[in-house]
């Protein structure tokens, strides 16, 4: 917000907005409802080490859903992006917890909203092997961070260019259509 400038949100157009994400401030919250959209936030500490447990994952998922009740959203937005070797225990918990958080959640209140971020693939992307096809069966929408996708540059003749390049992102959105993500789930 910049001083004597219009208030958080209030400069957007709102006609095709559905959800606002990492909704931290009360008033964003406020005008997302105002205008039928969902606000939600990030989610408590991840720590897959920890959560391994299922009573660890249903003490967290419990402290995720008093975390969401008592700011008043409307869900929460995973967003881990640490590394994991594809089929390690760490990323098949992160899975795991997702669908574990999807399921209670829509349990309480089946409007509220599980979304994940992604890479702009999910081909490995800087170390996350996570189960992709795992992570979509497990929230509501996934988020395809698009952007900035030049994370893996291997040559020095790759220095200077778009970071976000229009074919890489035909190709990232269309590898997740390949491991069988619907078009419908994917932002």
């Known amino acids: 917000w910049i001083p004597g400038g219009l208030p958080p949100g209030q400069d957007m157009n709102w006609t095709y907005v559905t959800t606002v994400a990492w909704a931290s401030q009360d008033e964003i919250m406020c005008l997302a409802h105002r205008h039928g959209a969902r606000a939600v936030i990030g989610p408590p500490r991840i720590d897959l080490d920890e959560l391994s447990s299922p009573s660890a994952r249903k003490a967290w998922i419990r402290t995720a859903l008093d975390l969401v009740r008592s700011t008043y959203r409307d869900g929460i937005v995973f967003d881990y992006e640490s590394p994991q070797k594809i089929g390690s225990i760490g990323a098949e ?56 996708t030049r994370s893996q540059v291997y040559d020095s003749q790759c220095i200077a260019g778009p970071n976000a ?21 994917l932002i």
């Open 93 to 148: 918990t992160y899975a795991t917890l997702i669908a574990e958080t999807k399921g209670y959640f829509h349990e309480v209140n089946p409007s509220y909203q599980i979304s994940t971020c992604v890479a702009w693939s999910p081909d490995n992307i800087d170390g996350r092997g996570y189960p992709y096809a795992d992570l979509a069966a497990a929230s509501d929408l996934l988020y395809v961070m698009d952007y900035d």
């Open 165 to 185: 390049p229009f074919p890489g992102m035909v190709k990232g959105m269309q590898r997740y259509f390949d491991i069988g993500v619907h078009p419908s789930k």
